[in-house]
């Protein structure tokens, strides 16, 4: 049986990325069911129990060694780990993986990953010298693949593909519509999910959001829902902005974490999606709900710019004019069709799959 070793900022709570681990591991059972598949992650047993998989922690070297030495493929897994910007210390970890996989003599792949920004000098040098030894590099934009290429790394050993959120399906609305029934949101009125997250300028952009809020609830009746994408963080934010809040009667935040499945029902039962947290923008568009972004990182513009969406505006410098103007344009679309290219990031989620299972021994 081949054995697949999975690595990425898995067992955290992170909505976007447990997504991206169901969306590899189910791209890949259906490829080639019989694999054994284990997964570096922040919590082993979670992880374990959530995907159905074996599970290493992320700092227990002696398994991760084990593990490395028993796979016979490493795959580094979707999300924006190649960055310095949060945190330079898990680019260095996480390309220190990547390394020991190659040294241990094993197939490496990066897996839809989004790269950058990189700003250190070494870094770049660092992330390129790492790329040019994978054996398959894939990247989820043309941004990524463009970062990759100025840090020194052949355009011909980077392939464009898609985010591996892509190739999950589009989740039934009745275990979200449950949700917001259990805190007293019938659905009669307009439901806007907000999904906001940490970020400099905190005391600035709550009050911004605050006010944005009460222009949405005043001209559109709607229910406003902050839904924790990473729990309880988000939370902390949006407890932030509720305490600006005048129209507090018609906001919840939804204060536990919810599966992959739970999240996307949630979004799919929302009439409009305002976010900072790519994979809220994501589930949105998988679930043909309109979204509006707002951006903190380039891998929000890059994916608004490839689905030919709407960013009401940067974090560090947005108004609440910003958001309710850009709401206007969104509101005033009598229907939201699927973009045709949903249908293509699909077909292209699961083929990089497919490229996966091709680097395993036959």
Same mark, same amino acid.
């Given at each position: 049986m081949?054995?697949?070793?999975?690595?990425?900022?898995?067992?955290?709570?992170?909505?976007?990325?447990?997504?991206?681990?169901?969306?590899?591991?189910?791209?890949?059972?259906?490829e080639?069911?019989?694999?054994?598949?284990?997964?570096?992650?922040?919590?082993?047993?979670? +992880?374990?129990?959530?995907?159905?998989?074996?599970?290493?922690?992320?700092f227990?070297?002696?398994?991760?060694?084990?593990?490395?030495?028993?796979?016979n493929?490493?795959? !580094?897994?979707?999300?924006?780990?190649?960055?310095?910007?949060?945190?330079?210390?898990?680019?260095?970890? =996480?390309l220190?993986?990547?390394?020991?996989?190659k040294?241990?003599?094993?197939?490496?792949?990066?897996?839809?990953?989004?790269?950058?920004?990189?700003?250190?000098r *070494?870094?770049r @040098?660092?992330?390129?010298?790492v790329?040019?030894?994978?054996?398959?590099?894939?990247?989820?934009?043309?941004?990524?693949?463009?970062?990759?290429?100025?840090?020194?790394?052949? !355009?011909?050993?980077?392939?464009?593909?898609a985010?591996?959120? *892509?190739?999950?399906?589009?989740?039934?609305?009745?275990?979200?519509?449950?949700i917001?029934?259990?805190?007293?949101?019938?659905?009669?009125?307009?439901?806007?999910?907000f999904? /906001?997250?940490?970020?400099?300028g #905190?005391?600035?952009?709550?009050?911004?959001?605050?006010?944005?809020?009460?222009?949405l609830?005043?001209?559109?009746?709607?229910?406003?829902?902050f839904?924790?994408?990473?729990?309880p963080?988000?939370?902390?934010?949006?407890?932030?902005?509720?305490?600006?809040?005048?129209?507090?009667?018609?906001? +919840?935040?939804?204060?536990?974490? =919810?599966?992959?499945? #739970?999240?996307?029902?949630?979004?799919?039962?929302?009439?409009?999606?305002i976010?900072?947290?790519?994979?809220?923008? /994501?589930?949105?568009?998988?679930?043909?709900?309109?979204?509006?972004?707002? !951006?903190?990182?380039?891998?929000?513009?890059?994916?608004?710019? !490839?689905?030919?969406?709407?960013?009401a505006?940067?974090?560090?410098?947005i108004?609440?004019?910003?958001? /309710?103007?850009? +709401?206007? @344009?969104i509101w005033?679309? +009598?229907?939201? @069709?699927q973009?045709?290219?949903?249908? @293509?990031?699909?077909?292209e989620?699961?083929?990089?799959?497919?490229r996966?299972?091709?680097?395993?021994?036959?």
């Amino acid at each position: 049986m081949s054995k697949i070793l999975i690595s990425g900022y898995y067992g955290f709570s992170n909505a976007g990325d447990e997504a991206m681990l169901a969306a590899i591991i189910g791209a890949l059972r259906k490829e080639k069911p019989p694999t054994e598949i284990t997964v570096i992650s922040g919590d082993p047993e979670n +992880t374990a129990d959530k995907h159905d998989v074996y599970s290493v922690h992320r700092f227990n070297f002696f398994q991760i060694i084990e593990a490395m030495a028993r796979c016979n493929l490493l795959l !580094s897994g979707g999300g924006s780990l190649l960055q310095d910007i949060t945190s330079k210390r898990s680019l260095l970890y =996480y390309l220190s993986i990547l390394m020991l996989g190659k040294l241990m003599g094993k197939k490496v792949m990066l897996y839809a990953q989004g790269i950058g920004p990189i700003r250190s000098r *070494f870094a770049r @040098k660092l992330v390129a010298y790492v790329c040019r030894k994978a054996d398959l590099v894939t990247v989820r934009d043309d941004g990524s693949s463009e970062e990759l290429r100025q840090m020194g790394v052949p !355009s011909n050993q980077i392939i464009v593909t898609a985010d591996a959120v *892509f190739a999950l399906n589009p989740s039934a609305k009745i275990s979200g519509k449950r949700i917001l029934q259990d805190r007293s949101i019938t659905l009669a009125k307009p439901v806007i999910g907000f999904s /906001v997250r940490q970020w400099s300028g #905190e005391e600035r952009f709550t009050a911004i959001f605050a006010e944005a809020v009460d222009l949405l609830v005043q001209k559109y009746d709607a229910e406003i829902v902050f839904i924790p994408m990473q729990f309880p963080a988000d939370n902390n934010v949006a407890a932030m902005i509720i305490q600006k809040v005048k129209a507090r009667e018609n906001v +919840t935040i939804l204060d536990e974490g =919810y599966s992959t499945e #739970e999240y996307m029902s949630l979004i799919a039962n929302c009439t409009l999606v305002i976010g900072m947290r790519l994979h809220a923008l /994501v589930f949105a568009a998988l679930s043909e709900v309109p979204f509006l972004a707002v !951006s903190y990182d380039p891998k929000v513009d890059r994916f608004v710019r !490839s689905m030919d969406g709407k960013t009401a505006g940067d974090i560090q410098a947005i108004t609440s004019n910003d958001i /309710v103007q850009a +709401t206007e @344009k969104i509101w005033q679309k +009598t229907a939201y @069709k699927q973009n045709e290219q949903i249908s @293509k990031l699909r077909k292209e989620a699961q083929f990089n799959a497919l490229r996966a299972i091709k680097l395993l021994p036959k």
